[in-house]
């Protein structure tokens, strides 16, 4: 059987895996030159993201996941949602936290130093996700439309893995173009997210006190966006309306995390720069 992507779909996969080495980029050049942040908490952002959330949050969930109570999890999308995001959250603000509070002691008198470590922890989780996922999917979908999709089953004996491939290559063949802009999109969602979030953690860290609340509140709020995101994708007809939601949440994030700020720290700040929501209202 011939499979056929179209040429728009690459070309936005393209585009998709380009905004992916773009967003860590630009934020660090907007919080270093605009905003003179230091340049170390950018680095330890993308180190504590690969280490609590692609490490030991993967140990965690191979003993949880594989246990009799991670059947009942998998078997039930609130469970699964529920627990997904609570590891999600509780790994992540964990590392932030670690982060800000040893790694970073030194940097604490430049709160914008939250942020570029933000953009660190954001941008390298939007680095993996857009352009690992974007390039797999350039190469398969040119060579089918080169007619090499037995190159792409050559081996693979297994029945079970057959008609998973075939499955991708209908999949990647009957996605709306426009579809594989969606990720992009997401992503710039969970950049304000994970600003937003770097901000409560970074004066919970920094202030202690009754400003520790801000880290447990980082988690209820990493938790609520993440199994709202898997819990609805079960239900609802189009993941746009999905993605729309997201912007929802994340502005009410961007929120927070501003009015913890005005609140908190003396540094003057541009909205304007760090509102990735107010470019793009609804899907």
Not at 34 to 39: F, G, M, N, T
Not at 70 to 98: C, D, H, P, S
Not at 194 to 207: E, M, P, Q
Not at 214 to 225: K, N
Request: charged content about 15%; proline content about 2%; aromatic content about 14%.
């Amino acid at each position: 059987m011939e499979y056929s992507v179209p040429k728009l779909s690459i070309v936005f996969m393209s585009i998709t895996a380009l905004i992916g080495i773009a967003i860590p980029i630009v934020l660090f050049v907007i919080f270093r030159k605009k905003y003179k942040a230091d340049i170390k908490p950018f680095f330890i952002g993308c180190a504590t993201f690969v280490v609590f959330a692609l490490f030991l949050e993967r140990i965690a969930h191979s003993f949880i996941l594989t246990s009799g109570a991670g059947k009942v999890i998998q078997n039930n999308i609130w469970l699964y949602g529920i627990y997904g995001g609570l590891m999600a959250g509780i790994f992540e603000e964990t590392g932030r936290f670690f982060a800000f509070k040893n790694l970073l002691k030194k940097y604490n008198g430049n709160d914008m130093n939250s942020l570029m470590y933000g953009a660190g922890h954001g941008g390298i989780e939007a680095l993996f996700i857009l352009i690992f996922s974007m390039i797999s999917n350039i190469i398969m979908a040119v060579m089918l439309n080169n007619n090499m999709a037995e190159q792409l089953i050559s081996g693979v004996t297994d029945e079970v893995q057959l008609q998973t491939l075939y499955k991708a290559f209908e999949t990647l063949a009957g996605t709306p173009s426009i579809d594989f802009l969606m990720a992009a999109i997401e992503r710039l969602a969970a950049v304000a997210i994970h600003l937003s979030l770097s901000v409560l953690v970074w004066f919970a860290a920094k202030n202690g006190g009754k400003s520790f609340k801000f880290y447990p509140l980082a988690i209820l709020l990493h938790t609520v966006v993440n199994a709202f995101a898997v819990i609805l994708s079960k239900y609802v007809p189009s993941m746009w309306i999905v993605l729309f939601v997201i912007y929802v949440l994340s502005a009410g994030f961007v929120a927070i995390a501003l009015k913890v700020w005005k609140k908190y720290s003396s540094v003057g700040i541009n909205t304007n720069d760090l509102d990735f929501t107010s470019s793009v209202r609804e899907p």
